[in-house]
């Protein structure tokens, strides 16, 4: 039998009776089985008289508001929910999950392995126990053999790319990401160097290392697989890179975000998220899982920063300054970067030039002297920074102002020197550790400052001078230091501000301007001399001919 319509203004009340009436079972006339007043009338009333209908009974309420909903999603102010596209009905999306589950596993154990060998070997010849003596990184408190160890990463480094012809100009992990594109061939080889230089004490970071490995194995993925759609190779080979990104952060939340704000995904935006994730969340379920089996000291929740903050309206003006100044010191570091690349290239031509001694092993040998004399006296210098961070932080009281600025310049110079001389790694990370150091150095200078508010902001705000990442950054203070929500404002402030101030307005789009205008200078002269030498030797071949 079919219900009547009826309108809502004439409807008989029935408050009273249903108060009287169970929530048995019962038949309706038709000889349905149905449950009365299942759904309470306070919460469908209201939406039924949106769609214009009204009746008497839950179940023909429910068939009807489905049957209407298509005509609310996207019209006026009743719904406007955007249309997604299903995309899991492909088979090709659920051939991606799969491939992207056994990434996930991959990229995790080998994750756990390349963070023991950086994180631990450092760890047993250092022997400084993570700097918890602030004695141990006083100005000249260093070990004399740790020249030994770093010269000779340094040797080795550069041995491996001699012999195994390792290229130069192999793109670095942004423009790797933004390609959608990782060389296999190269891959572990880039994995094996990264990992000599930083457990040898160059001061890099992992994020070039697990960036290959996720893209490299991705690339052969999609080389067994052959799929038609370029779109569908370019996010495999992103859900690589998250995937290995979820085994280097602490919740894979974060890698997701950083692929998504370096690259540009392709798909829709939900079906790159979900893909990205389920590589990320299984590659740190495998390593957070057998984590406890190896070396590695597993993150313990730590509040005192935050709960020694308490957030105030004045310091997100603090937080603009702040930002200000990582913008500044942002310069001041590709600066650096810029000058020792000149010195070191001028030096590996000479020494070419000599055709007994050869370039790349002699400068990436200097360069892990140079690293391991410099750590010798400011021994908080030393590494990227894993070391050193928790004791600068903790110690802030304890290490001078004047021992935290020259050990600031001195990462900035081992940080140049070990991008410059041939170690394998990404920059992200160091910069984070001069970013500490920064908001220490604060603190001490401006109490009224929290620690946690200073240390938190120029973390975040000194890469985000130069990298396009500000939630990426933003996540990594919130989650290391247990962030209030309020306390999230400032961080913000200051990475935004770094970055409209250094890259937004238009500073390293010059500096990069001057970067390839010097590497087209440099290649035109490489191809003249080249030139030359082939006119030359042309010129002596015919002379002997004719003699």
């Not at 955007?82 to 090709?92: I, S, Y």
Request: proline share 4%; charged share 20%; hydrophobic share 45%.
């Amino acid at each position: 039998m079919e219900q009547t319509l009826l309108d809502r203004d004439s409807r008989p009340n029935e408050d009273e009776e249903s108060e009287e009436e169970d929530l048995s079972s019962e038949e309706d006339e038709d000889g349905n089985f149905m449950r009365r007043r299942t759904f309470p009338r306070t919460l469908t009333d209201p939406l039924a008289h949106v769609i214009d209908y009204v009746t008497d009974t839950d179940g023909e309420w429910t068939r009807q508001l489905l049957e209407n909903y298509g005509r609310l999603d996207d019209k006026g102010h009743d719904g406007d929910v955007p249309e997604q596209p299903a995309f899991a009905k492909d088979v090709t999306f659920w051939v991606m999950v799969a491939f992207s589950l056994v990434m996930g596993v991959v990229l995790g154990l080998s994750g756990l392995v390349f963070m023991n060998i950086i994180d631990e070997v450092p760890e047993k010849w250092v022997r400084a126990d993570d700097f918890e003596d602030p004695d141990d990184g006083d100005y000249y408190s260093g070990k004399k053999y740790w020249i030994l160890v770093t010269t000779g990463a340094g040797f080795a480094v550069g041995v491996i790319r001699y012999f195994m012809k390792y290229p130069d100009d192999l793109p670095g992990f942004f423009k790797e990401v933004n390609s959608c594109h990782v060389d296999p061939t190269w891959a572990p080889h880039t994995v094996l160097l990264s990992a000599i230089s930083i457990a040898g004490g160059a001061n890099l970071g992992p994020e070039q290392a697990m960036g290959n490995l996720g893209g490299g194995l991705a690339t052969i993925i999609n080389d067994y697989m052959k799929f038609e759609e370029k779109d569908n190779q370019n996010l495999m080979v992103l859900t690589g890179m998250s995937g290995a990104m979820g085994a280097l952060f602490p919740t894979p939340v974060l890698g997701v975000l950083m692929i998504h704000e370096l690259g540009d995904p392709p798909k829709s935006f939900m079906e790159a998220t979900l893909l990205m994730s389920v590589s990320a969340i299984l590659s740190f379920i495998m390593f957070y899982q057998l984590e406890d089996e190896t070396w590695l000291e597993r993150l313990t929740p730590n509040y005192t920063l935050s709960m020694n903050w308490e957030f105030e309206m004045w310091h997100c003006g603090s937080a603009v300054v702040i930002g200000l100044v990582a913008s500044g010191s942002s310069l001041c570091i590709l600066i650096a970067v810029g000058i020792v690349k000149q010195i070191l290239m001028r030096i590996q031509e000479r020494c070419d030039s000599t055709k007994f001694i050869n370039g790349m092993i002699f400068v990436s040998t200097l360069g892990g002297f140079v690293i391991g004399i410099i750590g010798y006296c400011l021994p908080l210098s030393l590494g990227n920074g894993h070391m050193s961070t928790t004791s600068i932080i903790r110690n802030v009281n304890n290490y001078s102002t004047n021992l935290l600025l020259s050990t600031a310049f001195a990462r900035t110079f081992t940080l140049a020197i070990s991008m410059n001389c041939g170690f394998i790694g990404g920059f992200v990370f160091p910069v984070l550790a001069i970013g500490v150091i920064a908001g220490v150095i604060a603190h001490q200078q401006y109490e009224e400052l929290p620690l946690g508010m200073s240390v938190a902001c120029f973390l975040a705000a000194m890469p985000s001078g130069i990298c396009p990442m500000p939630f990426t950054l933003l996540g990594i203070a919130c989650f290391m230091f247990f962030l209030g929500l309020q306390q999230t404002v400032p961080v913000f402030i200051a990475c935004v501000t770094a970055y409209l101030m250094f890259t937004g307005i238009g500073v390293m789009g010059i500096l990069q301007d001057r970067a390839k205008k010097s590497e087209r200078k440099k290649k035109k002269a490489k191809a003249k001399k080249q030139m030359n030498e082939n006119l030359e030797a042309y010129k002596q071949k015919k002379t002997n001919r004719f003699e």
